[in-house]
């Protein structure tokens, strides 16, 4: 029997009216997307109660992706090869089944610091034949089939069939902590997995401490190495998060340039190869990290992000209490003229557009008067054009942007485009005591900023700039959860917005 649920059973704890959450617990990474047997699938890492002990992957099915069905669990520790969690991976679809390859997360008894001693990090592969039940596990790679340079920090499986094998990606850390990537291949993806090649920063210096979540994205011809360096110190307009997500563009292929390590089993080291000084991050806003990327049947090339952060509570406590962080909206990948990964909705959420909203000066906020913004500045806002929304959601369009201004959620959350930079700055308690995130109109190829798509959903936005050239998404706590109130003093020859529908949620208790 399918249950239909209200999701906005508290009405002050910000309830998503798109984005998939669930109606307790925790998720975080995703992982095993893919599309099988007509319908997509999105795996996460999800935990029944928060906290919890061990985590496993949560499971939603859409077929059109705005029907989401929550089926629970899919795999969570259970068994001896995974008893700690069930952590991140990926999804492969062969011989009509749905395979996923995961790391078992095992912490030994004694007194070990488990950095560097004490875990076991298992690879292991579960099959699906019909999209809803699992087999048994089986390990395909254990601590002893790594390199000695490893420290107990192998994880995230990404599994793909090239060059007649084959082939699996694992982020690392050394015992140096200096971060590397490991690649594998094997002959049937169960047995015999070997390892054929490694990378680590050309210069020798850490590029952060871990690699992880690695994905090889190919657009028009060209391969992009997808990596989520912890431990990269902060700038003031890059790294800005305590961990952060990019890629690295690759002159030929991925395989061929982690072959180049012809020591393997017996290095001492991993093999120096990417120039870290070519890496190119993937969101500028608070909230964004473990992107996964996956082919549908269209031939899109679709990704994923979590919104939220590892070890976020050293940032911000997120105060939704029973439930804590959601998922990007699924977004096709493409490259500009730059050369540039642009990021986009797929079209599908186009089905959830109601009724197109132009501004006007009557809409905007105190259009009278000034109101604060930053703690640097304040911002006159006479003349300024807006409109209101009631159900605390929409999908806001500024076409044939000039020169500086400003757009205003409520009293909560300002985007500024001023003195070359574009700023994403909180007010008061929306922000959970963060401030700002900042990208320098130079990082974007037109060197200007053309065009904003932001899309609003009581808690989350996600920001996309210049086609989604680079995007900014973010969490927030607005106290007012209805009555979206937008203002811009942006000169653009567009600004408008459309109402936005629901998800229909099913299964979700």
Excluded at 463 to 474: A, P, R, V
């Amino acid at each position: 029997m399918q249950m239909h649920v209200n999701l906005d059973y508290r009405q002050h704890n910000w309830r998503l009216g798109f984005h998939l959450q669930t109606a307790v617990g925790w998720l975080s990474d995703p992982n095993g997307l893919c599309q099988f047997k007509d319908e997509y699938h999105i795996f996460h890492q999800y935990a029944p109660r928060w906290p919890w002990p061990g985590h496993g992957w949560g499971h939603w099915t859409s077929k059109d992706m705005i029907t989401w069905e929550f089926h629970r669990g899919a795999i969570i520790p259970e068994m001896e090869l995974d008893m700690n969690g069930s952590y991140s991976g990926s999804a492969v679809i062969r011989d009509g089944q749905m395979w996923c390859y995961y790391t078992g997360n095992v912490l030994e008894p004694g007194e070990h610091n488990y950095d560097y001693d004490g875990r076991q990090a298992n690879e292991t592969l579960v099959i699906s034949e019909d999209g809803r039940t699992f087999s048994d596990r089986t390990l395909v790679l254990a601590n002893d089939g790594y390199p000695e340079y490893c420290s107990c920090h192998v994880r995230d499986p990404k599994v793909w069939w090239e060059k007649d094998r084959w082939n699996m990606l694992l982020g690392a850390r050394t015992m140096d902590d200096h971060p590397a990537m490991l690649l594998y291949k094997s002959p049937d993806g169960i047995s015999d997995w070997k390892l054929a090649g490694s990378c680590t920063t050309i210069s020798g210096k850490p590029f952060g401490y871990m690699w992880e979540c690695p994905n090889i994205v190919k657009l028009d011809g060209k391969e992009f190495f997808f990596v989520c360096p912890q431990g990269v110190p902060s700038q003031l307009t890059k790294f800005q998060n305590n961990f952060n997500s990019g890629y690295f563009p690759v002159e030929g292929s991925v395989i061929d340039l982690l072959e180049g390590d012809k020591e393997l089993m017996s290095a001492v080291k991993p093999y120096g190869c990417i120039d870290e000084s070519t890496f190119i991050e993937l969101d500028y806003g608070f909230d964004f990290y473990a992107p996964q990327v996956f082919t549908d049947q269209k031939g899109r090339q679709i990704l994923v992000g979590w919104m939220g952060l590892p070890d976020i509570e050293l940032q911000y406590q997120v105060p939704t209490y029973e439930w804590l962080h959601t998922l990007t909206w699924l977004r096709e990948l493409s490259l500009n003229e730059a050369g540039k990964i642009c990021q986009w909705p797929c079209e599908e959420y186009n089905a959830l557009r109601g009724e197109r909203v132009d501004f006007t000066p009557e809409g905007a906020v105190d259009s009278n008067g000034k109101l604060g913004t930053s703690n640097y500045d304040a911002f006159d806002i006479e003349g300024a054009i807006g409109a209101k929304f009631a159900n605390g959601t929409a999908d806001l369009r500024l076409k044939g942007i000039e020169g500086e201004g400003r757009i205003l959620l409520n009293a909560d959350l300002e985007l500024a485009v001023i003195n070359n930079m574009i700023e994403l700055s909180f007010k008061g308690i929306a922000g959970g005591y963060r401030t700002v995130r900042r990208l320098p109109l130079s990082e974007l190829s037109a060197g200007s900023l053309e065009d904003i798509r932001m899309v609003i959903d009581t808690s989350a936005v996600e920001i996309y700039l210049n086609g989604g050239e680079h995007t900014m998404s973010t969490r927030w706590w607005p106290q007012e959860i209805t009555n979206l109130c937008i203002s811009s003093t942006l000169a653009a020859k567009e600004t408008y917005a459309y109402e936005m529908g629901r998800f229909e949620f099913v299964n979700v208790c």
